[in-house]
């Protein structure tokens, strides 16, 4: 068995009056991994095998691997969404193998959506991934693949009281069930990253299946994109708070349903690159957000989500150089989505939405975004003081989203449950922000724990750091 894995460090919606043709109502690297035939260790959550169990197995399950995946279809965002599970991702790759000829010392394998939820309640935690089937043939002999067995081996993996099976939750780490000695493997195991050969629901013979190394240089983070990954993912209100620093950006925030995400960019050696402390030489702000932000685009026929083609998406720029240059290159970067018509521009002192909407934060220059000094198309909006809205200085013509530091705007809260003084500031941020036409944001949050608070007092962009966090979060409807 040979799998190899790329190296992983592994609701409130728009309800502000700008949303005229675009309406948003509120809801809600391991290593190469090798199959060691052994027991399984026993730990608080996953059932055990007999501690006298001989090494080598047969007909049985041989080891689990050690990414969690749900094992039943789940329902999310407080009921208004869906993931797949392990057991419908058995089925649909047995199917699609039945009657297939595995040939001797070969493969057949698949790649297919899975809902990964790190061992944790799937209704509220997780997302969007991978589980990669592998039937190894070892045997001297050809071997035919049926259904019936296939499912029933890989079944026996999410088995309840299993050894491969979370009894806290209900999932599975998914493994490798061993039919005969030395003779068929069928693999089953969960990965956040999908594949780089084209065998993302379709079937690959002869080759072993491998996992793409994400890229965080100098061109798009993945290649090929999973595009129609993400066709059934419902846009949340959740913004993507230093995406380039994931696991894989843009792709984490999109699967997560995302409607905003950021990115922190530098001017440096005549590049805009991107990094948070210090510049990352050599990786684009345009080859890992604009390009593939395009593709995207290209593919769901003018939208981010395909489930949602009205919502659009906000690209926060966090500008860490104040030189001029620093806007003009963000302005050239974004050619490739202003040529297809892809971003949200002013007309006539009118915003229009479209697929993108580009916010400049940070060091961002706030005189030359109001003139559209540099922006002949008007096309960057300015993210505005959401604690500083009592002026004319913020108007839907310079600015879309208003931000504030949570702690320094509002306070500390240790938990959810906010003082009265605290949700009337927030309340009045919120109405003065939509009074104005802007979307209302707090980053700094001390928890992920005041999402539901804030949703319910009107923000409309939550900043997620645990995206696997949005689960709970209602869609948008």
């Known amino acids: ?13 728009l309800a502000s009056p700008i949303a005229q043709d675009w309406p948003v109502p509120r809801p809600a690297y391991p290593p190469v991994y090798r199959p060691v035939y052994r027991p399984v260790a026993s730990n608080s959550t996953v059932s055990s095998i007999p501690s006298n169990k001989t090494a080598l197995v047969t007909d049985a399950i041989s080891s689990c691997s050690s990414t969690w995946m749900t094992i039943s279809d789940v329902t999310i965002g407080g009921g208004t ?3 797949t599970g392990f057991t419908t991702a058995v089925s649909k790759f047995c199917d699609m193998a ?24 799937p209704s509220k935690y997780g997302l969007l991934g991978y589980v990669y089937f592998e039937i190894h043939n070892k045997l001297s002999s050809t071997h035919t693949v ?39 493997s069928y693999h089953a195991l969960g990965n956040s990253v999908p594949p780089k050969q084209n065998a993302l629901n379709k079937l690959l013979s002869t080759t072993v299946l491998a996992a793409q190394s994400v890229n965080k240089g100098s061109s798009a983070p993945l290649n090929p994109w999973p595009l129609d990954s993400l066709n059934s993912v419902l846009p949340t209100p959740c913004h993507s708070h230093n995406d380039y620093d994931r696991d894989i ?49 290209n593919h ?36 490739p989505l202003r040529q297809a018509g892809y971003l949200s521009r002013l007309e006539g002192g009118v915003l229009v939405k479209r697929a993108v909407t580009v916010v400049a934060s940070g060091s961002a220059p706030f005189d030359r975004i109001n003139n559209g000094d540099g922006i002949p198309d008007r096309d960057v909006f300015y993210d505005a003081n959401l604690g500083a809205l009592g002026g004319s200085t913020y108007t839907s013509q310079n600015s879309y989203v208003a931000s504030a530091d949570f702690q320094d705007a509002v306070g500390e809260a240790k938990t959810a449950i906010l003082t009265s003084a605290q949700m009337d500031t927030i309340a009045n941020h919120v109405s003065q922000a939509h009074e104005k036409g802007l979307v209302a944001r707090y980053w700094n949050l001390p928890g992920e724990y005041l999402w539901e608070p ?9 900043n997620a750091d645990d995206l696997s966090n949005t689960a709970r979060v209602p869609r948008l409807q």
């Open 1 to 13: 068995m040979r799998i190899v894995f790329g190296f992983l460090t592994v609701g409130v919606a």
């Open 81 to 83: 969404d869906h993931r």
């Open 98 to 121: 039945n009657g297939s000829t595995v040939q001797s010392q070969d493969y057949l394998s698949m790649a297919t959506e899975v809902f990964l939820n790190s061992g944790k309640d």
């Open 146 to 184: 049926d259904a019936t067995s296939c499912k029933k081996y890989l079944g026996t993996l999410s088995e309840v009281g299993g050894q491969c099976y979370g009894t806290t939750n209900g999932d599975t780490k998914g493994g490798t069930y061993q039919v005969g000695t030395n003779g068929v």
């Open 249 to 297: 950006p843009v792709f984490e925030a999109l699967s997560a349903g995302c409607i905003g995400m950021e990115a922190d960019v530098w001017l440096f050696a005549g590049d805009l690159v991107l990094g948070h402390i210090l510049p990352t030489p050599g990786r684009t702000f345009q080859a890992q957000y604009v390009n593939p932000l395009k593709t995207i685009i």
């Open 300 to 335: 769901n026929g003018g939208s981010v989500y395909k489930s949602r083609p009205s919502q659009t998406l906000v690209l926060l720029v966090d500008f860490k150089t104040s030189d001029a240059g620093t806007l003009d290159a963000v302005v050239t970067a974004l050619e």
């Open 454 to 462: 804030l949703e319910a007092l009107g923000v409309d962009l939550l």
